[in-house]
């Protein structure tokens, strides 16, 4: 094919490749930093030193097994992700936690229940180095745990401090170069923004209050933003989605994201209901139910904790399909959500959907759908591409909100005035644009008319 330049002239302005974002090279220790050690997190970490070990693959992650497209599709240029853009390898990172229980990493993971024992036990010797700082924790934002490995004041500043103080120690005695912070702790009571969130003065003066709309892992995020260290939330906890805690990322350069890590049932949402609009069938009715056993589901079990998580699910449908558009196809849904706290399931969730759609002359059809998931084994991927592409922010500069990681949550942060993307196709073609442009390459349209033109 001849070159577009010689044949169409001057490639436009707005055509062209953007300039190379200067990115700082991965190197040295990335400490991971986990508030919460149960099963999302000792799963992730189990899983990345069998990788690294040659003991297991990482399968789930776009960060180690995913590539992407360069040019055009004559090219053939197709590289990894990890062979695009400068990540922090597997065997720099160090991992630290938070936890309101003294289990370390390897009596955690037995207590959990997600892998298999052997090779928990084949883990053990590196597992049970990874042990818990206290955690900041009151009852009141999740009352169906009993935490006896806590922080002793309830003081909310003093939290903050000590927090600060844990995220600095560790960076000394583990000798990191750069850090990362993902939330994997439980899901708070349902909290709306307040007064006390709208700016930093606020929210600090919240803090020496005790301010009840502050819960913990609000003030986790505070103490990660401080310290300079990017922060993802993986619950539907309001967490770092207010205006004071934005507002400090970006005056910091600090990247944040969330919320809430997306898994099994919304997972397979964001894929379907895409498909339904693309297609203009219609859709009347979207049962969903969960039987989940670990800690998360007692959690849920309380009806303030489920509401975070309810709302968190809820607003997935309505922002695909866009009811206000497509009042005739999706404006009268009957959207049901519901988790149900069923021990011997253990983390091997059970998420059933009932999805009743139409089709050509309003004739109906129905959709079941059983999947019968492993919550942490889909969750602790997410963990490690959100721990690596938040470093690789970091080191591009680009610092607050990074909607581009919007393909791993529930509930994508976004700017003020915007609202969430949550069709999975869109969403990976934001991430990979993303990374195009930090590297000075076009980006992927996939208009394809280049290819038919004389």
């Known amino acids: 094919m001849a070159d577009s330049t010689e044949k169409h002239g001057p490639v436009p302005l707005e055509q062209r490749p953007p300039e190379p974002t200067d990115i700082a090279p991965a190197e040295g220790t990335l400490g991971v930093l986990l508030p919460g050690l149960g099963a999302v997190s000792t799963t992730f970490i189990a899983g990345v030193q069998a990788v690294r070990s040659g003991k297991g693959r990482p399968f789930g992650s776009l960060t180690q097994m995913g590539t ?3 040019g055009g599709r004559p090219e053939k240029r197709i590289p990894t992700i990890k062979e695009f853009v ?7 990172l160090a991992f630290g936690a938070w936890d309101v229980f003294p289990d370390d990493a390897y009596e955690s993971a037995k207590n959990c229940g997600v892998l298999d024992p052997v090779q928990v036990e084949d883990l053990k010797e590196f597992l049970t180095t ?14 169906k745990l009993d935490g006896t490995h806590v922080m002793e004041t309830r003081s909310k500043r003093e939290w903050a401090e000590r927090l600060i103080d844990d995220i600095a120690r560790f960076e000394d005695e583990n000798g990191c170069d750069r850090m990362v912070m993902v939330w994997c702790g439980s899901t708070e009571v349902f909290m709306e923004r307040a007064a006390v969130h709208q700016s930093i003065d606020a929210f600090e003066k919240g803090l020496d209050e005790d301010d009840e709309s502050i819960p913990p892992s609000m003030i986790y995020a505070y103490a990660a933003i401080k310290s300079g260290v990017p922060y993802a939330n993986g619950a539907p906890n309001l967490s770092a989605d207010v205006p004071a805690l934005v507002e400090l ?18 997972m397979m949402k964001t894929i379907l209901a895409p498909g339904f609009k693309a297609r203009m069938l219609g859709v009347r009715g979207w049962y969903s139910t969960n039987i989940l056993g670990n800690r998360d589901g007692e959690v849920l079990d309380d009806p303030e904790s489920f509401k975070t998580k309810e709302e968190s699910k809820l607003g997935v449908l309505d922002y695909i399909l866009q009811p206000e558009l497509y009042p005739d196809l999706y404006g009268d849904i009957s959207h049901v959500v519901r988790i149900n706290y069923y021990p011997p399931r253990g983390d091997n969730k059970e998420g059933w959907d009932n999805i009743d759609i139409f089709g050509w002359l309003g ?25 690596l592409f938040l470093d690789l922010a970091q ?11 919007s393909f791993y949550f529930k509930s994508p942060q976004v700017a003020v005035g915007l609202y969430p993307e949550h069709d999975l196709f869109i969403q990976l073609m934001k991430l990979k644009n993303t990374l195009r442009h930090l590297r000075g390459e076009k980006q992927i349209t996939h208009l394809g008319l280049e290819y038919y033109t004389e």
Do not use: H
């Open 86 to 92: 400068p990540l922090a390898d597997l065997d720099q």
């Open 68 to 70: 992407i497209r360069l």
């Open 395 to 405: 080191r591009s500069g680009m610092g607050g909100i990074q909607e581009w990681l």
């Open 363 to 387: 004739y109906p059809m129905q959709i079941k759908i059983d999947f019968l998931c492993r919550d942490s084994i889909l969750a602790a991927p997410i963990v490690l591409d959100l721990a």
């Open 249 to 266: 990322a970006s005056e910091n350069g600090v990247p944040i994201a969330g919320k809430d890590f997306k898994t099994g049932q919304t």
């Open 130 to 143: 990874v042990r818990p700082m206290k955690g900041a924790f009151d009852k009141r934002y999740v009352k």
